[in-house]
């Protein structure tokens, strides 16, 4: 595709990979060229995952679009997750960032992705219609000699061999969060491989038992993504904690037996560390994705139990607006239109779109939104809204650690 100026915007290509890492080292650390090149040579994602816009033979921005799975109460959304995302700064405040996300975007789009998530800077994409919907995970100390390791346990750094168990241990810590974004197949491959993060295992009697994530160890470890057995879970902090100085540092994951073992061990938060930092999403098209979502919906109603007849929902985004009805029977089509002004008084709810992505997948649910965004009006369905969109609690998996 052809910006301005003579440039190019198009999927990498080989000739471009070793100037795509050079580019992604410059603007951030030598990690990112590695898990650039896991990236592209993985058969799940390849080259054309990368998007690259280039002044002749030269790459100037690089974007690369990943796949990702978001399940909402059991129900996978396929979704795409922009990632590395860089500019050469000769070329900066061009719009050649805000070309390749249009690129990732129609292309999450051509494959049936529903939806987006990410990590990122501050601010910077909710100009491509991101919203934060999810809060990150706290990061806590460790305080004084941390927990005792359990001498049954063995703790090693995981092979490609042990990707199974350690996503079994994963699906088992996420089976507590209503949205959950596991690892993808090729993700795991990645975490294996990189050197940005390392997996830990914890091995009993040669099966493995407990699992986590570590930084690596210049100014401390950070632990993250931690599962399984709660006495094994001693064994992984105490393993860190042999690396090297400084301080340790874990990732809460509230409610799972691998976090609330080591919980005493870990400081309060006060002041800005106990502030989090959210996920991004966004919502492409409500419609098709509420449709997606119809087995949900329709659980909730019934565990509600407004499932005794049928409702008439209007969702006015104000700017558009979906409608659909709901009942025993289950969910109709979701029909969507154009701006709704008075949603309130024809029956309906506004929710602005700026909300969308926490009004599905955030802590607040319909009614927290209502409390704290004055465009918010839930109307006279407000009973029926909280109940199709209660808060929801989360545990999400990227390759990036946000920490
Ligand atoms: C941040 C970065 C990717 C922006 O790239 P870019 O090609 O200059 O971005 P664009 O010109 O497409 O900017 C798109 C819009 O964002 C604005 N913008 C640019 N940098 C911004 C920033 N850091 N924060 C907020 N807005 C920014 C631009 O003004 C532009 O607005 P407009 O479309 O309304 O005019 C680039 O500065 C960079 O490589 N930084 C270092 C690496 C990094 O932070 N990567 C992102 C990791 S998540």
Same mark, same amino acid.
């Given at each position: 595709?052809a910006?301005?100026?003579?440039?190019?915007l198009?999927?990498?290509?080989?000739?471009?990979?070793d100037?795509?890492?050079a580019?992604l080292?410059?603007?951030g650390?030598?990690a990112?060229?590695?898990d650039?090149?896991?990236v592209?040579?993985?058969?799940?994602?390849g080259l054309?995952a990368?998007? %690259?816009v280039?002044d =002749?033979a030269?790459v100037v921005s !690089?974007?690369?679009?990943? #796949?990702? *799975?978001?399940?909402?109460e +059991?129900?996978?959304?396929p979704?795409?997750q922009v990632?590395?995302?860089a500019t050469?700064?000769a070329?900066e405040?061009?719009g050649l960032?805000?070309?390749l996300?249009?690129?990732?975007h129609?292309?999450?789009?051509?494959?049936?992705d529903?939806?987006?998530?990410?990590?990122?800077?501050p601010?910077?994409?909710r100009?491509?219609?991101?919203?934060y919907?999810m809060?990150i995970?706290?990061v806590r100390? %460790?305080?004084g000699d =941390?927990?005792?390791?359990?001498p !049954?346990?063995?703790?090693r #750094?995981? *092979?490609p061999?042990d990707? +199974?168990?350690?996503?079994r241990?994963?699906d088992e810590?996420?089976s507590?969060?209503?949205?959950?974004?596991?690892?993808?197949p090729?993700?795991?491959?990645?975490?294996v491989?990189r050197?940005?993060?390392s997996?830990?295992?914890?091995?009993r009697?040669?099966h493995i038992?407990?699992?986590?994530?570590i930084t690596?160890?210049?100014?401390?470890?950070?632990i993250?993504?931690?599962?399984?057995?709660p006495?094994a879970?001693?064994?992984?902090?105490a393993?860190?904690?042999a690396?090297?100085?400084?301080?340790?540092?874990?990732v809460?994951?509230p409610?799972?037996?691998?976090?609330?073992?080591i919980r005493?061990?870990?400081?309060?938060?006060?002041?800005?560390?106990g502030?989090?930092?959210?996920?991004y999403?966004?919502v492409?098209?409500?419609?098709?994705?509420l449709?997606h979502l119809a087995?949900?919906?329709v659980?909730?109603?019934?565990?509600?139990?407004?499932a005794d007849?049928?409702?008439?929902?209007l969702?006015?985004s104000?700017?558009?607006?979906?409608?659909?009805?709901i009942g025993?029977?289950?969910?109709?089509e979701?029909?969507?239109?154009g701006?709704e002004q008075?949603?309130?008084?024809?029956?309906?709810s506004?929710v602005?779109?700026?909300?969308?992505?926490?009004?599905?997948?955030?802590?607040?649910?319909?009614?927290?939104l209502e409390?704290r965004l004055?465009d918010?009006?839930l109307?006279?369905?407000?009973e029926l809204?909280?109940?199709?969109?209660?808060?929801m609690t989360s545990?999400?998996?990227?390759?990036?650690l946000a920490?």
């Amino acid at each position: 595709m052809a910006l301005h100026n003579g440039l190019q915007l198009r999927a990498a290509e080989p000739g471009d990979v070793d100037q795509v890492a050079a580019l992604l080292e410059a603007r951030g650390d030598p990690a990112d060229a590695v898990d650039m090149r896991l990236v592209v040579g993985d058969p799940d994602e390849g080259l054309t995952a990368c998007g %690259v816009v280039v002044d =002749g033979a030269r790459v100037v921005s !690089t974007a690369t679009l990943l #796949r990702e *799975t978001v399940v909402i109460e +059991g129900v996978q959304v396929p979704t795409g997750q922009v990632e590395m995302v860089a500019t050469d700064p000769a070329y900066e405040g061009r719009g050649l960032v805000r070309a390749l996300m249009d690129w990732a975007h129609e292309r999450s789009r051509h494959r049936a992705d529903l939806l987006q998530v990410m990590i990122g800077i501050p601010y910077f994409y909710r100009q491509f219609g991101y919203a934060y919907a999810m809060p990150i995970p706290l990061v806590r100390p %460790v305080v004084g000699d =941390g927990p005792t390791a359990d001498p !049954t346990v063995v703790v090693r #750094r995981a *092979t490609p061999d042990d990707i +199974g168990a350690m996503a079994r241990l994963q699906d088992e810590a996420q089976s507590c969060a209503d949205v959950r974004v596991p690892h993808s197949p090729a993700c795991w491959r990645w975490l294996v491989a990189r050197d940005g993060s390392s997996q830990l295992v914890a091995e009993r009697d040669g099966h493995i038992v407990a699992t986590c994530r570590i930084t690596p160890p210049d100014e401390g470890v950070t632990i993250a993504e931690l599962a399984g057995e709660p006495s094994a879970t001693a064994s992984l902090v105490a393993h860190a904690r042999a690396l090297g100085p400084g301080a340790i540092r874990v990732v809460e994951r509230p409610g799972t037996a691998a976090f609330e073992a080591i919980r005493l061990n870990l400081a309060p938060l006060d002041g800005p560390d106990g502030i989090a930092d959210w996920f991004y999403a966004r919502v492409p098209r409500l419609a098709p994705l509420l449709q997606h979502l119809a087995p949900v919906l329709v659980g909730r109603l019934e565990r509600a139990g407004l499932a005794d007849r049928r409702h008439e929902v209007l969702l006015s985004s104000w700017r558009s607006h979906v409608r659909f009805s709901i009942g025993p029977d289950g969910m109709s089509e979701v029909i969507s239109g154009g701006p709704e002004q008075g949603p309130v008084s024809k029956g309906g709810s506004g929710v602005p779109p700026d909300a969308i992505p926490a009004l599905l997948l955030g802590p607040d649910g319909a009614t927290g939104l209502e409390e704290r965004l004055p465009d918010c009006w839930l109307g006279r369905q407000r009973e029926l809204m909280s109940a199709l969109f209660p808060p929801m609690t989360s545990d999400v998996l990227t390759f990036y650690l946000a920490v």
